[in-house]
Structure formats: C-alpha cells, structure tokens
C-alpha cells in the first residue's frame, strides 16, 4: 500500500495563519488539514480541511482549563488525522499540538516569524527542544540557536525566489 505523507499546518489566526499560506503549494503533494484558531479566518478560500478552536491568551482568565480544552481538542485532532509532519508558525494554540505530536512520534517542523530578529519568541523557545527542523530567518538568531537552520525571508518572496525549497 502506498502511504501519502499527511501533514498537519497550525498557527494562531492573523499573521501566523497568513505565514502559512505561503506554504499552500503542498497541498499538490501531500494531504494535510489546518488547525487554528476562530477569528475571522473561516471563510478564507485557501483555508480547506481546517479545525478551528476557541481563541487562547495566556493572560486571559481562566487560562489553564482553556488551556486543557485545547490539550484534549489538539489530541483528538492528532488522533483522528494520524499525521505524519506538522509544522507551524506558531503561536500558543500550537504548543500542545507539537508536544502531543512529539510524543506520538510525529515529525515537528517550526518556523519562526520573521518579526523575531533578536531573540525567539515565547512558542519558539517551548518547540525549539522538540523540534526536528527549526527554521529562522535571521542569521543572527541561527548564531544564538545552534540547532536552527537560517532561511532568509522564507514569506513574501516574489518570482523565482519561491520555488527555493525550504
């Protein structure tokens, strides 16, 4: 039997979600499924096989039972899709979906955003110990992050740039 690799795209809505779209181009070689968050991004036409939770904070009230919702939510997902590779942009709605995907054996792929120039941002240092494949897009924060790997502008690219493979 051949098995078509599945891979499993998380990221908070907004600008995560938007650095994921960029990476659209797989669904011609792969199944995949999205996992983000509700925020206006529903009805978004490149947005297809998608689950939405609740929107999480960690300085909203109530945090940790949000926090659990999300665990078992992220689990079940997991369970049900039975991915091969997930890989995100972050935020904090990946963080149990990559570390219950970890624990399943499950490849992590985590790029963080090119708007974190001097340090990793609060998701990135949580995945940076699991991760398979790291990826920032400043040579600096490679410097500081050993296990990184530095792809320059990986978002936004125009004409033949895109093609590059990451």
Not at 36 to 53: D, H, M, P
Not at 110 to 117: D, G, L
Not at 118 to 145: C, H, M
Request: proline share 2%; charged share 25%.
């Amino acid at each position: 039997m051949n098995h078509r690799v599945k891979i499993g795209l998380i990221a908070s809505s907004g600008g995560h979600l938007e650095e994921l779209r960029w990476m659209r181009g797989l669904e011609k070689n792969y199944s995949y499924f999205y996992f983000t968050e509700l925020g206006g991004f529903e009805n978004v036409n490149y947005i297809k096989n998608a689950y939405f939770v609740e929107k999480i904070d960690r300085k909203e009230r109530g945090f940790l039972r949000h926090f659990i919702k999300l665990t078992f939510e992220s689990f079940s997902v997991l369970r049900k899709e039975k991915p091969d590779v997930l890989i995100s942009t972050g935020s904090l709605v990946a963080v149990p979906m990559l570390y219950l995907g970890k624990l399943m054996g499950k490849k992590i792929i985590f790029v963080e955003t090119i708007a974190r120039i001097e340090d990793l941002s609060l998701t990135g240092k949580l995945i940076y110990p699991i991760a398979d494949y790291f990826i920032v897009q400043w040579e600096n924060l490679q410097r500081k992050y050993p296990k990184t790997v530095y792809v320059s502008g990986i978002f936004g690219r125009s004409g033949a740039d895109k093609e590059q493979k990451v």
